[in-house]
């Protein structure tokens, strides 16, 4: 895709209220809208720092709103539109009435409204890899509100409100761990493929997880504003461009400490009794999902091209965490 006039940058330049915006999309999202010409509004419920300090943050409007404390109070949607935007990015939305509100109060007040979805909409397709077509039949709480939140902003678009939806995979940046080769969160998982300990996995090891990273999920964002004439009433995948099984996982990980994986695999009813409940419970949403989203909607509508591989991704959320990966 060919770089912008200046004529067209003065056309693409919004002022932009980006809902979350110290989180980890918001945090790489925000500076690359800066660069873009954009007039950034930063709303988060408190004064925190982003993930990494980018020198374009010294030309952002901060703005602090418990979207929390106003939602209940019935105020957040009013004080969204109190800021004036041309264009919302709302990175934080997980409940439909919430959705509802904004629209009934920014209709006819801005110009592009951008909403952070997730894959888990689509709950476990049929069919691998899928599209943005594949049904919807999300399960667990999360995916089913972000699909009634989908819903919401889909039927919206199509009464008039300018509504986009990004549908992210697993979001790994630096900062915060990303999902393990086991389906979890615990660190001890990598430190047992650094050190050449043995880690074990559920039945052969083949469910997929397709990590993103941020800066490419911003990538995303910052290209649906672009390209919004075109975008508006359309939802994106938004992952790396394929996912990796589980076991494929581990052995990458093992390789770059310079280990081979030692990797044990049992059966669901077994592996259960070596985790916690927590970790046992995002394992098993983890390869339910099992995630296999084709990107080439948003690689034709948009020009989406990640930079990382979903392994790439993992890597580089790593590296602080373990400096010899660098």
């Given at each position: 895709?060919?770089?912008?006039?200046?004529?067209?940058?003065?056309?693409?330049?919004?002022?932009?209220?980006?809902?979350?915006?110290?989180?980890?999309?918001?945090?790489?999202?925000?500076?690359?809208?800066?660069?873009?010409?954009?007039?950034?509004?930063?709303?988060?419920?408190?004064?925190?720092?982003?993930?990494?300090?980018?020198?374009?943050w010294n030309s952002v409007q901060r703005v602090t709103i418990d979207r929390v404390l106003e939602e209940h109070a019935g105020t957040f949607a009013r004080s969204i539109a109190g800021l004036h935007a041309e264009a919302v990015v709302d990175l934080t939305c997980f409940d439909p009435v919430s959705a509802m509100h904004l629209v009934q109060v920014l209709r006819d007040r801005v110009g592009v409204f951008v909403h952070?979805?997730?894959l888990w909409v689509h709950g476990t397709p049929a069919t691998r890899p899928y599209d943005e077509k594949a049904p919807r039949h999300p399960f667990g709480d999360y995916g089913i509100r972000k699909a009634l939140v989908e819903r919401v902003l889909l039927d919206a678009a199509d009464g008039g409100f300018p509504a986009i939806l990004l549908h992210p995979g697993h979001i790994s940046?630096?900062?915060?761990?990303?999902?393990?080769?086991?389906?979890?969160?615990?660190?001890?998982?990598?430190?047992?493929?650094a050190d050449g300990g043995r880690v074990t996995l559920v039945d052969d090891g083949m469910a997929t997880l397709q990590?993103?990273?941020?800066?490419?999920?911003?990538?995303?964002?910052?290209?649906?504003?672009?390209?919004?004439?075109?975008?508006?009433?359309?939802?994106?995948?938004?992952?790396a461009a394929a996912p990796?099984?589980?076991?494929?996982?581990?052995?990458?990980v093992a390789s770059w400490f310079g280990r081979e994986a030692r990797l044990?695999?049992?059966?669901?009813?077994?592996?259960?009794?070596?985790?916690?409940?927590?970790?046992?419970?995002?394992?098993?949403?983890?390869?339910?999902?099992?995630?296999c989203a084709s990107i080439g909607k948003a690689r034709a509508m948009l020009g989406f091209e990640p930079r990382f591989t979903a392994l790439a991704a993992v890597r580089d959320a790593l590296t602080p965490i373990y400096p010899s990966l660098a």
């Open positions: 895709m060919c770089c912008p006039t200046e004529r067209s940058l003065q056309e693409i330049a919004l002022r932009t209220v980006i809902i979350g915006a110290t989180g980890h999309i918001g945090t790489w999202l925000v500076p690359r809208l800066v660069r873009a010409g954009h007039d950034v509004v930063a709303v988060s419920r408190g004064m925190r720092r982003p993930y990494h300090d980018a020198v374009e952070c979805g997730t940046g630096p900062g915060w761990l990303p999902i393990n080769p086991a389906g979890h969160l615990d660190k001890g998982v990598f430190d047992a493929l990590h993103v990273h941020a800066d490419d999920v911003a990538q995303a964002f910052e290209l649906a504003l672009l390209h919004r004439d075109v975008a508006v009433g359309e939802a994106f995948h938004v992952a990796v099984t589980m076991r494929a996982y581990a052995e990458a044990t695999y049992l059966p669901w009813e077994e592996w259960l009794l070596t985790v916690g409940e927590r970790d046992a419970e995002l394992t098993r949403d983890h390869m339910l999902h099992s995630p």
